[in-house]
C-alpha cells in the first residue's frame, strides 16, 4: 500500500522559530510537493522538487524554503515562523510527469504559530 | 490563466439523497481532471480521473463523474449519498504545457450530510 508520511500531526511553534516539517514517501516517486491548505483558499502550491535536489517554487513560496536530499524525503523549512504562516500543510507525491498522474497525499500536519 | 472553479462552497443533502458537485474549468486544450476527497482530518484521497476516452467516469465509493467539453465541466454525483461521505471534495485540472506540469485544485466543496 502506498504510504505519504508526516513527522508529525499537531505542531505548536513560536513567532521568529525555524520549523521543519518533514515528509518520507516509499513509493520511489519523483515528484513530491508541499501545499498548506486554509479555509476559503483550498491548497496553494508552496514548492516542489521532481529530483534529488532539485526544487522550483509554486505560487507562494514566500516565507519558505525546501531541501530533497534523499529522494525519499523533502522537508519544508520556516525559517522564521510568522503567525499569518499558521495552516494545515498537505505533502504528497506522483510519479513524473505530475500531470499525468495523480498525487499521494500524507494526512497533513497542523501547524499553529503563537 | 488556467483556474479551477468549485461554485459551491457548501452543499448540503440528506442521506439517500442524490447528489451532484459541480466544476468547471478554464483551459485552452483537453485537460487532465480529477475529483479528490479530503475527509476530517485527512489527507486527501483520489476518486476518479479522467484523460480521454469515455467522458462518463467510474470511480471509488460509488461516485462517477462526466467531462462535457462543451461546458468546460466536471461534475460529481453518486445516486445516494451516505452519511459517511460528509467530507471535502476537490476538483483539479492537470497542466501539460511546455513550461508547466502540474496540477491545479480547486477550494473545495464541503458536503454536510442529514439524518
Known amino acids: 500500500d502506498v504510504k505519504v508520511t508526516q513527522s508529525s500531526r499537531y505542531l505548536v511553534k513560536r513567532t521568529g522559530e525555524k520549523v521543519f516539517l518533514e515528509c518520507v514517501q516509499d513509493?520511489?516517486?519523483?515528484?513530491m510537493f508541499w501545499y498548506r491548505q486554509d479555509p476559503g483558499l483550498g491548497l496553494r502550491l508552496i514548492y516542489f522538487?521532481?529530483?534529488?535536489?532539485?526544487?522550483e517554487k509554486g505560487d507562494i513560496p514566500e516565507g519558505y524554503s525546501v531541501s530533497r536530499e534523499k529522494k525519499e524525503r523533502f522537508s519544508l523549512i520556516l525559517e522564521s515562523a510568522s503567525t499569518n504562516q499558521t495552516s494545515m500543510y498537505l505533502c504528497?507525491?506522483?510519479?513524473?510527469?505530475?500531470?499525468?498522474?495523480?498525487?499521494?497525499f500524507g494526512p497533513g500536519t497542523r501547524l499553529t504559530v503563537t | 490563466a488556467q483556474s479551477v472553479t468549485q461554485p459551491d462552497i457548501h452543499i448540503t443533502v440528506s442521506e439517500g439523497a442524490s447528489l451532484e458537485l459541480r466544476c468547471n474549468y478554464s483551459?485552452?486544450?483537453?485537460?487532465?481532471l480529477f475529483w479528490y476527497v479530503q475527509s476530517p482530518g485527512q489527507g486527501l484521497q483520489l476518486l476518479l480521473k479522467?484523460?480521454?476516452?469515455?467522458?462518463l467516469v467510474q470511480g471509488i465509493k460509488g461516485f462517477e463523474a462526466e467531462f462535457k467539453r462543451s461546458q468546460s465541466s466536471f461534475n460529481l454525483r453518486k445516486p445516494s449519498v451516505h452519511w459517511s461521505d460528509a467530507a471535502e471534495y476537490f476538483c483539479?485540472?492537470?497542466?501539460?504545457?511546455?513550461?508547466?506540469?502540474?496540477?491545479?485544485f480547486g477550494k473545495g466543496t464541503r458536503l454536510h450530510i442529514l439524518p
Open positions: 504528497a507525491s506522483s510519479p513524473l510527469p505530475s500531470s499525468s498522474y495523480e498525487q499521494y
Open positions: 513509493m520511489d516517486h519523483e515528484n
Open positions: 522538487s521532481y529530483d534529488v535536489k532539485m526544487k
Open positions: 483539479a485540472v492537470a497542466l501539460l504545457t511546455n513550461r508547466d506540469d502540474k496540477i491545479i
Open positions: 479522467y484523460f480521454s476516452g469515455d467522458t
Open positions: 483551459y485552452g486544450a483537453t485537460p487532465y
